[in-house]
């Protein structure tokens, strides 16, 4: 194998964050490097998840603050109206804007750009077009899908990627799904002014989240939207029975109710972006999902076939995607020593939803904390933000903080709150480096902030 001219040492297929990052490390460490794109630069995160979707989010919070304004003197008179196609133009110059600093990266690395859809042919082979190369090393970086359910009058409905695409901004809509992306746009929607519709087969929104902060957050949720739980779609026509209803839709639910509405938007999980790459072909195993099976060292059951990101369905976060991109280039193509690098750990992975309000978390559960510590410690701070001391508005944050009663370091923090995803951030540092409860109280907080309870409960709450 070593004797084998191959055309280049690294081939990546897909260009979102753990491909890119993959691909610029490979090249700086001096590797011959290729990447394929077929679709867009910058993958899911920069095209039709994180970056647009924070975007919006922004543009929904603007009506929040405009009538919070006049509380603070501020005499704004009405909301003034929103422009959806403003917004989309917008978003849609930033978004190649930014899918041209993806190319420029690259090829500023010293990457061989090649556009189009690659299939593995061979072990070692890809074809893109009428165009066959080969490499010593392959990655698989092809993220994931939107899954859409099998029902009848599903092509009348749009998934999170299609939510992007919208011209204009549905009156009445309606959002499927409990997860991260079904509660973030319900809140776009909500926030912009339509009428919204949450349904979730699930009796709790977002439920993969600590089970109280949870709670807190699909209680928050249900005074502004329609929230359905335990039911599910049946079908969806087109509006032609209830004409009394300006929509263009229909929905029935699995409880009998029909709902009009003017879109319908699945968010109801997402699977691995596996097929007509020739993987199965090759040998390479995919697990029930579709998503490609990995060892420790990110490589598949075909030796020199690797695969990193959504595409492996470990943590489907876009900085997992890079930490993992770059360790396994620097695993291939780093020093001796790089190669012994440990296995990156999942175990305290900081993630965040931009809901209304605003989770975020890292570390255990409650439940699977006591799981593990029968005794754990719970610490917990409720209260109304400073700001709406004034506004009057009904919004509450809710922190929680888990501790091992034992070594007394903290295990798990939670909060459901405004800027929750800046404050758990600086928590991740704290945990990461071993903080204990000890160190927590012995830190000063900054006052007046919300950030500050995280270092003055001292109590924990009953069992």
């Not at 005074?223 to 209830?242: F, P, R």
């Not at 917990?380 to 508005?393: E, I, M």
């Not at 370091?409 to 480096?433: F, L, P």
Request: aromatic share 8%; proline share 4%.
């Amino acid at each position: 194998m070593q004797d084998i001219e191959f055309d280049f040492d690294f081939f990546v297929i897909g260009a979102g964050s753990g491909g890119v990052r993959a691909a610029r490390t490979a090249a700086a460490l001096g590797a011959r490097t290729a990447i394929a794109e077929q679709r867009f630069f910058g993958g899911t995160c920069v095209n039709v998840g994180c970056i647009p979707k924070k975007l919006y989010t922004y543009a929904a919070q603007f009506a929040h603050q405009w009538r919070d304004a006049k509380a603070y003197g501020w005499l704004t008179g009405e909301l003034p109206s929103f422009d959806w196609q403003i917004l989309k133009d917008n978003k849609d110059k930033e978004i190649k804007r930014l899918n041209g600093i993806y190319q420029n990266l690259l090829g500023g690395a010293g990457v061989t750009i090649i556009e189009g859809r690659a299939e593995l042919t061979g072990p070692h082979c890809i074809r893109i077009g009428d165009q066959q190369v080969t490499a010593r090393h392959i990655l698989i970086a092809t993220g994931g899908k939107p899954r859409l359910p099998d029902i009848p009058g599903i092509e009348l409905a749009i998934s999170s990627d299609g939510f992007f695409e919208l011209n204009q901004q549905p009156k009445r809509a309606m959002v499927v799904g409990g997860g991260y992306i079904a509660t973030e746009l319900a809140g776009v929607f909500a926030g912009l002014g339509s009428e919204v519709h949450l349904v979730h087969r699930g009796d709790i929104l977002l439920g993969n989240f600590d089970r109280e902060i949870a709670d807190f957050v699909t209680n928050a949720i249900e005074s502004y939207c329609h929230v359905s739980l335990k039911t599910q779609i049946k079908c969806i026509e087109k509006n032609i029975k209830n004409k009394d209803v300006d929509s263009d839709l229909l929905v029935t639910l699995d409880n009998g109710q029909q709902v009009p509405v003017d879109s319908v938007l699945f968010a109801t999980g997402r699977t691995a972006n596996t097929e007509h790459l020739g993987l199965q072909a090759l040998g390479v195993t995919l697990d029930d999902s579709g998503a490609v099976v990995v060892d420790e060292n990110y490589e598949s059951t075909v030796p020199g076939i690797y695969a990193v990101g959504d595409v492996i369905n470990r943590v489907t976060l876009t900085p997992v995607a890079l930490a993992e991109g770059q360790l396994l280039a620097r695993r291939l193509f780093g020093p001796a020593s790089e190669s012994k690098r440990p296995a990156w750990s999942y175990d305290l992975v900081a993630s965040a939803v931009f809901s209304d309000p605003q989770l975020a978390t890292v570390g255990w559960t409650e439940d699977q904390a006591r799981a593990r510590f029968p005794d754990v410690k719970v610490y917990k701070s409720k209260f109304r933000p400073l700001k709406h001391t004034l506004t009057g508005a009904a919004e509450f944050t809710l922190m929680k903080m888990l501790v091992d009663p034992v070594s007394d370091r903290v295990v798990g923090v939670h909060m459901a709150g405004t800027d929750a995803a800046e404050i758990v951030q600086g928590m991740a540092v704290a945990m990461q480096a071993g903080a204990t409860k000890a160190d927590f109280d012995n830190t000063l907080g900054i006052h007046p902030s919300a950030a500050e309870e995280f270092v003055t409960m001292r109590t924990p709450v009953a069992k």
